[in-house]
């Protein structure tokens, strides 16, 4: 049943007044609405931590994975297979592979954001590219290229991702299929001249 929404504070709800019964919905749970994909995604604005800064005077090495797993965490919500997904299914993706570049240090307060372009996926794993900036000043600061896989929480294996998490992530691979592939994919260690 619908309810009618309350009446504006300080003012008249002319909408409610033309339809006696509009129906009310919380914008994160209409199921008939399918999450838009931007090019790349772009995570909200995070903060260096004072705590996080190490005795070199930057941003510790480890706490890079932290800002570049709060952003995977939002593109996982975005996508439907976040916290929400994990309790009703028992299913999750842990990290099979990571290969980080630091490029440019970050200080205590620096407010950053990060971008993520789905690369490629399968029927058990996602591979993707992460990009850190600084939110004010444009520059790159660090890459990150991961392959996830798709996991069974209740058997501890590899599980092939439902269909509507399938659908998903071929609308976002589409939405990031005209992105260039970024600077470092696909770069290994080596020592140069060797």
Known sequence: MAVAPAPVKGGRDRLASRAPNPPQWDMLDRPDLEPAFFAPFVSSVMKVEQDWIDYNGHLNMAYYNVLFDRAVDEAYELLG????????????????????????????????????????????????FEQLFHAQEGWLSATSENMTLHVDMAAKKTAPFPNFLVARLARMKAAHAHLPVPDGVGRRIAMPGK
């Not at 999750?92 to 407010?111: C, K, M, N, Q, W």
Request: aromatic share 14%; hydrophobic share 40%.
């Open 81 to 128: 297979c976040g916290l929400a997904y994990l309790e009703q299914t028992r299913h999750s993706t842990f990290t099979a592979e990571v290969h980080i570049r630091y490029l440019r240090e970050l200080h205590a307060g620096d407010p950053v954001r990060v971008t993520f372009q789905l690369l490629d996926f399968d029927a058990k794993r996602i591979y993707y």
